[in-house]
């Protein structure tokens, strides 16, 4: 049988024998009008080809059904596993997302701002660049709708939740002190609040441990090309004999890779048994136990920090029985120590 052809709502509703506002209430939520009602619209819908142009209409509304993500580079893995679960939890519970890169660049973080804007999102998941963030822009955004930071935040008082720095680093240096020798620690340009957090408990922990801190210094300006700083350091050291230990605890995964690609160019073995070196380092992204030997590292809550995030969001925009005022400023999330071959 061939469906019959509606091109407009106006069309459709007439069709279906009730008003426009009543299809629309209907569309925006199918439990809002009378069973009776909705049975006529959804027997009519069965028998018609038309579809409702969702995103037209959330534009003529106040509030639409979009939630911005922004993130600072999708092709970081750790970015790359948040978004696909943001993504499928928003869409879950009724939004729709969407996807924003800043490249690590200001000028397109305030532009991918400024776009949600114009699109009347209902709100936002946000990891800033941090350091290179304009603030402004986000408190432009936090004055038209609710936000939430997540792995990094500005400073202010928009709800974050993101890993407990000092609890991962001190957990990992630790075990690396209690398995051999105790680590140096290679960083990385301090980008966002992440980096200083971790280097300043690598410091601490190994203090408290009765160790010196031996901290490799990255000579590389603002960048968040990891595999490539961590390559070109760890070569230059290499090739200098210069390294100041055989236990390297990277500051996060990325970082590794490349220190751990610099290793085998120089034909040294990485290995927990039998190893010229042990690499360990932060985040366990979803290729880290595919490096040659699988990499040793703390796992970010990546389950926890999704729900949080979509959780406190959506108690901001009033979809959860939950009192805004029970909000927590700030929640940081324990990391777990995954022990795999290269440490």
């Given at each position: 049988?061939?469906k019959?052809t509606?091109?407009?709502?106006?069309?459709?509703?007439?069709?279906?024998?009730?008003?426009?506002?009543?299809?629309s209430?209907y569309?925006?939520?199918?439990?809002?009008?009378?069973?009776?009602?909705r049975?006529?619209?959804?027997?009519?819908?069965?028998?018609?080809?038309?579809?409702?142009?969702?995103?037209?209409?959330?534009?003529?509304?106040?509030?639409t059904?979009?939630?911005?993500?922004?993130?600072?580079?999708?092709?970081?893995?750790f970015?790359?596993?948040?978004v696909?679960?943001?993504?499928?939890?928003?869409?879950?519970?009724?939004y729709?997302?969407?996807?924003?890169?800043?490249?690590?660049?200001?000028e397109?973080?305030?532009?991918?701002?400024?776009?949600?804007?114009?699109?009347?999102?209902a709100?936002?998941?946000?990891?800033?660049?941090?350091?290179k963030?304009?603030?402004?822009?986000?408190?432009?955004?936090?004055?038209n709708?609710?936000?939430?930071y997540?792995?990094?935040?500005?400073e202010?008082?928009?709800?974050?939740?993101?890993?407990?720095?000092y609890?991962?680093?001190?957990?990992?240096?630790?075990?690396?002190?209690?398995?051999?020798?105790?680590?140096?620690?290679?960083?990385?340009?301090?980008?966002?609040?992440?980096?200083?957090?971790?280097?300043?408990?690598?410091i601490a922990?190994?203090?408290?441990?009765?160790?010196e801190?031996?901290?490799?210094?990255?000579?590389?300006?603002?960048?968040?090309?990891?595999?490539?700083?961590?390559?070109?350091?760890m070569?230059?050291?290499?090739?200098?004999?210069?390294?100041?230990?055989?236990?390297?605890?990277?500051?996060?995964?990325?970082?590794?890779?490349?220190?751990?690609?610099?290793?085998?160019?120089?034909?040294?073995?990485?290995?927990?048994?039998?190893?010229?070196?042990?690499?360990?380092?932060?985040?366990?992204?979803?290729?880290?136990?595919?490096?040659?030997?699988?990499?040793?590292?703390?796992?970010?809550?990546?389950?926890?920090m999704?729900?949080?995030?979509?959780?406190?969001?959506?108690?901001?925009?009033?979809?959860?029985?939950?009192?805004?005022?029970?909000?927590?400023?700030?929640?940081?999330?324990?990391?777990?120590?995954?022990?795999?071959?290269?440490?």
């Amino acid at each position: 049988m061939e469906k019959m052809t509606h091109k407009t709502m106006e069309d459709f509703a007439k069709s279906c024998g009730v008003s426009r506002p009543t299809l629309s209430k209907y569309f925006d939520d199918p439990t809002s009008v009378k069973p009776v009602t909705r049975a006529l619209i959804e027997a009519a819908l069965r028998s018609s080809d038309y579809q409702p142009n969702i995103y037209a209409r959330n534009l003529n509304r106040k509030r639409t059904r979009n939630i911005g993500i922004l993130v600072p580079a999708l092709t970081d893995p750790f970015y790359a596993e948040m978004v696909n679960r943001l993504e499928l939890r928003l869409r879950y519970e009724g939004y729709w997302p969407i996807v924003f890169s800043s490249h690590g660049l200001t000028e397109l973080e305030i532009e991918a701002v400024n776009t949600m804007l114009s699109l009347k999102v209902a709100g936002a998941i946000a990891a800033p660049l941090g350091q290179k963030s304009d603030p402004r822009a986000f408190e432009k955004l936090a004055q038209n709708a609710p936000v939430v930071y997540f792995d990094t935040f500005i400073e202010g008082n928009t709800p974050f939740i993101g890993n407990n720095n000092y609890q991962s680093i001190a957990t990992i240096v630790e075990y690396l002190c209690r398995s051999g020798e105790a680590p140096v620690y290679l960083d990385i340009p301090h980008v966002n609040h992440n980096s200083p957090e971790r280097l300043a408990s690598y410091i601490a922990t190994m203090e408290a441990s009765g160790c010196e801190p031996v901290v490799i210094k990255t000579n590389a300006a603002y960048t968040w090309e990891f595999e490539h700083i961590g390559y070109q350091q760890m070569d230059e050291m290499l090739n200098a004999k210069a390294l100041p230990g055989k236990t390297i605890l990277c500051a996060n995964d990325r970082l590794a890779f490349g220190v751990m690609a610099a290793a085998f160019a120089h034909g040294l073995k990485v290995g927990r048994k039998k190893g010229d070196l042990r690499v360990a380092a932060h985040d366990d992204h979803p290729l880290s136990r595919y490096t040659c030997p699988p990499l040793t590292t703390m796992a970010q809550d990546f389950a926890a920090m999704t729900a949080n995030s979509v959780d406190t969001l959506l108690t901001l925009l009033g979809d959860t029985d939950a009192p805004v005022q029970k909000i927590a400023h700030k929640v940081r999330l324990d990391g777990t120590l995954v022990m795999r071959q290269s440490a």
